[in-house]
């Protein structure tokens, strides 16, 4: 598979995912600071994002990675009324397998809407068409609603690395569930 560029805009029914940028970056530092306590548990970044200028350096990495196809990040908008309720997107891109894997987030007051697997099924749609054959999304074995989007996505469990996540409260099993095009 040669090297492709997914659109820097996917459209939805409820929700559309645009490229992250230094636009929705208050928007961004509100969504965590929301959602640090909930998505603290699980994700290992949060612990870096103490003020609101480590939000505009993480931006900064994530225009460095989209510019390399290394990982492209898409912030989660409601159409309603344009709010950034999260984030999803294709990271540890390999074109020669044809594969990627998809990470996301969602802020607490946007959980249990049906978002996540909307964006979720949203992005893959872009990402087969684009020429991708394997995409993978990994979780914290404890981590339900994640493993859930996935399992409502249509992704099966493909296995459980024993303590393979490392995050504040230590070692935890990672689930692999995998989806082919």
Request: with cysteine.
């Amino acid at each position: 598979m040669e090297r492709c560029k997914l659109p820097e805009t996917i459209n939805a029914e409820r929700i559309v995912l645009l490229r992250r940028t230094h636009e929705h970056d208050n928007q961004m530092w509100q969504a965590i600071v929301e959602s640090k306590p909930f998505i603290r548990e699980y994700l290992f970044w949060v612990d870096n994002q103490n003020c609101f200028e480590d939000t505009v350096k993480a931006t900064d990495l994530f225009l460095e990675e989209w510019e390399k196809d290394k990982e492209w990040a898409y912030d989660i908008f409601t159409l309603a009324d344009f709010k950034l309720i999260g984030c999803v997107g294709p990271h540890d891109i390999q074109f020669s397998n044809l594969s990627a894997d998809i990470g996301y987030w969602l802020r607490l007051s946007a959980t249990g809407q049906g978002y996540m697997t909307e964006a979720v099924l949203a992005l893959e749609k872009e990402m087969f068409k684009a020429g991708f054959h394997r995409l993978t999304i990994c979780c914290d074995v404890n981590n339900i609603a994640s493993g859930n989007v996935a399992k409502r996505a249509g992704y099966k469990l493909e296995s459980i690395a024993k303590e393979a996540l490392h995050h504040h409260t230590g070692l935890h099993d990672k689930a692999t569930y995998v989806k082919f095009s």
